[in-house]
T-cell receptor
Framework: TQLLEQSPQFLSIQEGENLTVYCNSS?????LQWYRQEPGEGPVLLVT?????EVKKLKRLTFQFGDARKDSSLHITAAQPGDTGLYLC?????????FGQGTELSVKP | DAGVIQSPRHEVTEMGQEVTLRCKPI?????LFWYRQTMMRGLELLIY????????DSGMPEDRFSAKMPNASFSTLKIQPSEPRDSAVYFC??????????????FGNGTRLTVT
């Protein structure tokens, strides 16, 4: 049973478009992290959000943690081909991280 | 900082054979995690260690899987006997403390296991 549901699973867009990826759960997490994974490599941390309602920005990426700390979103503005990859959310519980299934993003030039 | 080092990068073996995957965590990190990634199930936590002690192995699928951490700089994941359904990419990750709030995971590049 997946504790973290990500949507959409696949997303193919043109360069310059905006997009939002969602990460939802029925469980409360002490923190939520977003990772990006490229083919043949392990996931790499993008950001950690801790406080309900928290918003963090990383250049064109905006991350938000839900007020109840059960959900999160990742918004990318003006996507570029370099943003292509697998985006994973992960919730912290009891000293371990539980990952969502991931969103496979393809940005075409 | 060399990062988390896993070996081998690729392993192809026949059903019934023993497979051993190896991991060297980042020096100074005291938590180590083994994950398995497949298209169907995504990234699944198999087991994690804190200060070389196994804390949670509830994700280990069967008795065929075992993991050890004899010291702070080395861990192994063993599958014996291996089965085709074990085919996946196995990741090792380490963190400075308990994974979560202030301790992100640092992943290796994984071992792609194919069992024929």
């Amino acid at each position: 049973t997946q504790l973290l549901e990500q949507s959409p699973q696949f997303l193919s867009i043109q360069e310059g478009e905006n997009l939002t990826v969602y990460c939802n759960s029925s469980s409360v997490f002490s923190s939520l992290q977003w990772y990006r994974q490229e083919p043949g490599e392990g996931p790499v941390l993008l950001v950690t959000v801790v406080t309900g309602g928290e918003v963090k920005k990383l250049k064109r990426l905006t991350f938000q943690f839900g007020d109840a700390r059960k959900d999160s979103s990742l918004h990318i503005t003006a996507a570029q081909p370099g943003d292509t990859g697998l985006y994973l959310c992960a919730g912290g519980q009891g000293g371990k991280l539980i990952f969502g299934q991931g969103t496979e993003l393809s940005v075409k030039p | 900082d060399a990062g988390v080092i896993q070996s081998p990068r690729h392993e192809v073996t026949e059903m019934g054979q023993e497979v051993t995957l190896r991991c060297k965590p980042i020096s100074g990190h005291n938590s180590l995690f083994w994950y398995r990634q497949t298209m169907m199930r995504g990234l699944e936590l198999l087991i994690y260690f804190n200060n070389n002690v196994p804390i949670d192995d509830s994700g280990m699928p069967e008795d065929r899987f075992s993991a050890k951490m004899p010291n702070a700089s080395f861990s192994t994941l063993k599958i014996q006997p291996s089965e085709p359904r074990d085919s996946a990419v196995y990741f090792c990750a380490s963190s400075p403390g308990a994974a979560g709030v202030y301790s992100p995971l640092h992943f290796g590049n994984g071992t792609r296991l194919t069992v024929t």
